[in-house]
């Protein structure tokens, strides 16, 4: 310390910034005059240390170089780091104390150990201030053991809606058909039943929504399907219902012909009919009075739905008119445009039925990998348009794959890559029909962003856990 302040002196006498130094070390001379008065002896030292440091790059900054020495730049800032590094190892003092820190124990520093001791000093082991804490052996989870606790403690839907829900769509749909039978006697409907998610135990994290079945009983002798591919929209997932043998059978020999645009079984004309009675002809209050709860119709949707308010759960039931003929299932939801007389063909039936029958066979866990995988694509803002079906039929694709409950990590992950490598060509084939791309309702720019989620999750599969 003596050799620094020679130092200061000597260049307080050649003048220049020579006062502003002066200034700043009888600052330091009081800092460190008052410091063991505050700080006590171990802070003082401390102080003292930084002070030093300071000091030293003040004094380097404002001295005068020495022309004759080629190593002077070099000493400098050698000299530099190793007082920054003098700074950066200045042990910190402890901070002070909040007033809800006061009421933790506080461990003293480690002494000696004493013989009858041995539990005392393993408690006072730990540095002063900090929390004690039960040693435990860490422990990394693989893969599987997180795919096997998320399925069972995160997926699960609450036991009061797994009994509540079904039981108050049945309620709703024995409503609903009572009025359907007195209100359009002449058209043969169907009895209306339950589908979705939740009935085939693949449900997860909720059961917030449910599928009300309306089948449409129609005379295979006045009625044909025709391909989607062969029509104007040239998709091969939607079918025209062709009215037919109208010179032997003219129109009103159907009770559906009062539905049909041109030639064909109207989609958008049956659904416009089916909104209005929904919204306007039936008495919701009263039911959901009898049903102890509130139904709402959807006013502005293009679906057919219906909001229900419980007090232990809220429901959104869905009703799908729904046309089986020649092994086809087909719903009245037709695509967004002018056409209106396109029928959706649902594979849904058919997904369930194989995956089951295939888990039965090998005892996979196809349904397992399922269920995990539509709760992270509903879990997520980007994936949730993969969730459903397009899962399910990445997974029938690879319905040769070893599906043993041991091999689950290895399917979930070829999974996502295969799901990767379908959205990098923007095209998922259905199972049941190659010509179907499922991935033709998405935007190149959702593509895109599902790749990119996907695409990190490959590295990293447990983020989708997360």
């Known amino acids: 310390m003596a050799a620094f302040w020679q130092q200061r002196g000597r260049r307080q006498e050649q003048g220049g910034g020579g006062g502003v130094i002066d200034g700043l070390g009888s600052v330091f001379d009081v800092l460190l005059a008052n410091a063991r008065l505050v700080l006590g002896v171990s802070g003082a030292a401390v102080l003292a240390l930084a002070t030093l440091a300071v000091k030293r790059l003040i004094d380097r900054a404002t001295s005068p170089r020495d022309e004759g020495d080629p190593k002077a730049e070099q000493k400098t800032l050698e000299e530099t780091w190793q007082d920054l590094a003098l700074i950066k190892t200045t042990p910190k003092t402890p901070k002070k104390q909040r007033r809800e820190d006061l009421s933790e124990p506080l461990l003293s520093p480690a002494r000696p150990l004493v013989p009858g001791e041995a539990q005392d000093s393993r408690a006072c082991s730990a540095p002063l201030g900090a929390p004690r804490v039960k040693s435990s052996p860490l422990r990394c989870l693989t893969l599987q053991e997180r795919l096997l606790s998320h399925h069972s403690s995160r997926l699960a839907v ?45 449900e997860v994290l909720a059961a917030d929504h449910i599928h009300l079945m309306l089948p449409m009983v129609l005379d295979a002798g006045l009625w044909s399907l025709i391909p989607g591919e062969d029509t104007v929209v040239r998709n091969p997932q939607y079918w025209m219902i062709k009215r037919v043998d109208l010179g032997y059978f003219p129109r009103g020999c159907s009770p559906w012909d009062k539905f049909m645009v041109g030639r064909y079984l109207s989609s958008n004309v049956l659904n416009e009919t089916l909104h209005k009675m929904l919204v306007a002809s039936i008495n919701w209050p009263a039911i959901g009075s009898l049903l102890e709860c509130v139904i709402h119709p959807v006013v502005a949707s293009r679906e057919l739905k219906l909001e229900v308010k419980h007090d232990q759960v809220e429901l959104s039931i869905t009703l799908f008119p729904v046309v089986e003929m020649e092994d086809k299932v087909l719903l009245a939801v037709p695509p967004e445009g002018p056409v209106e007389n396109l029928w959706l063909e649902s594979f849904y039936r058919a997904e369930v039925s194989k995956v089951k029958e295939l888990d039965a066979g090998d005892s996979g866990a196809r349904q397992r990998c399922l269920r995990i995988l539509n709760g992270v694509c509903r879990s997520h803002p980007t994936l949730h348009k993969l969730g459903g079906s397009p899962v399910t039929h990445v997974i029938l694709h690879l319905s040769g794959s070893d599906w043993a409950e041991e091999s689950l990590a290895d399917r979930f992950q070829q999974v996502l890559e295969e799901l990767v490598a379908y959205l990098e060509k923007g095209v998922l084939p259905s199972y049941f029909n190659p010509k179907i791309n499922l991935f033709s309702g998405l935007s190149e720019e959702e593509i895109d962003e599902m790749g990119f989620v996907l695409y990190r999750a490959m590295s990293e599969p447990e983020l989708l856990l997360e």
């Open 158 to 202: 609450p036991e009061i809606q797994v009994s509540l829900v079904p039981q108050l769509a049945r309620s709703i749909s024995t409503q609903l058909q009572n009025f359907l039978r007195s209100k359009c006697p002449e058209l043969p409907f169907g009895r209306l039943f339950l589908s979705g998610a939740l009935l085939d135990g693949l």
